[in-house]
């Protein structure tokens, strides 16, 4: 999450103060991602120091201080929202390799381990539906921030449901063959 | 009193060597305004579980109460008026009668259970309306949407007196929009004070559940608690 281009994107739509971003931002990702004032403040130093933005004038407060996004800044955020997010590198979920180490460990059972994720999961699920549940009062940017993190858990349930599966296949079926495995190496694809 | 209770459920079908054991040792309790998920795996049991629930089919061993009305020993009769009156039954793929419109496809199983033809119709059509179906009263399944048809399946489910709702993969191959219109409607009728259960192996709809149990192999093997209240989750302050 890339706070410094959700902040040049709201400026994108005029020049704005710290306070007004900071409530602009919670607003607009429907109150998922709380932001302190502090961080904002951090950022638009970064970003003025990187000439991506610009204040109205050197007020000594910054808290009356105006910003207003540069030329470079409308490049920088043309360009943010047309890179793909990183979501290409190979799993290193912890959860994926505690799975993963549980299946060779004498004493564990791997379907428990899953159990326990996925109840864990389902729950956190119940909870981000309650919140989808009065439609009426629904906000359209916390409905879509909520989705997100719905979609996300499910896959993880998703996951933990086909690992189950294949193992269950795959202790019913013959016996592993003894050659040797090919290593497959993943690696993070450098951008 | 619970609408539906069920006490170490067992059903085995086929003999011998070709035996299968598709659900072991239920025990389940479903009370007015519950909504309950039941979530696995296919191949677990799930659609076993709900036939029997419903009085479709009887358990090899074990008691299945509806309504207070213990069902063993109830001749198949009895059973069929019970069921009429208490027990809507969404199946997988909707089951409407394709010869019927959607008003005649919701308004049937009152005139089975002997209500006036009009009190029938005038029912079905306030059933369907809730559903936001008004328009499309007069259409016959196969001129209706995938979505559209499993409202009509739900309105008929829900109709009249019926308060047990009994769903299986309701959303079946709906989009997740649908899916969720869906759980809307069952969530809504149970805040009106029906029970339902909810057989699914999609996460996103079990989560609509006030509570969501597990099932593998046949057997009830874990639920989830009684979650906290969403503000918790808005409150964790997790760094953007
Ligand atoms: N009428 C039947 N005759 C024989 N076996 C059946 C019958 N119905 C279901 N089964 C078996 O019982 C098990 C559970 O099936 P089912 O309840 O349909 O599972 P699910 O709905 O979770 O996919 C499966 O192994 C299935 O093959
Ligand atoms: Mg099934």
Redesign the pocket.
Known sequence: MSVRHALLALLSEGPKYGLQLRQEFEERTGDVWPLNVGQVYTTLGRLERDGLVEADDAHEDERQRGYRITAEGEKELAAWFGTPSEAGSPPRDELVIKVLVAMGVPGVEVGDVIQIHRRHLVELMQQWTRIKEDEGRLDLALALAVDAELFRLESVVRWLDAAEGRMKRSSLGPAPAATPRPRLRLRARSR | MALLEMHRVTKVYGEGASQVLAVRDIDLSVAAGDLLAVMGP??SG???L?TIAGSLEDPTSGEVVIDGQLLSGMSRNDKARLRRRSVGYVF?DFNLLPGLTALENVSLPLELDGVRARRARELAAAALEELGLDERVAHFPDELSGGERQRVAIARATVGERHLLLA??PSGALDSASGEAVMRMVLAACRRGLGAVV?THNAQLASWADRVVFIRDGRLVDQTAIPPSPESLLQQGSEP
């Open positions: 296919s191949g799930k659609s076993t709900l997988q299986d993969e057989v």
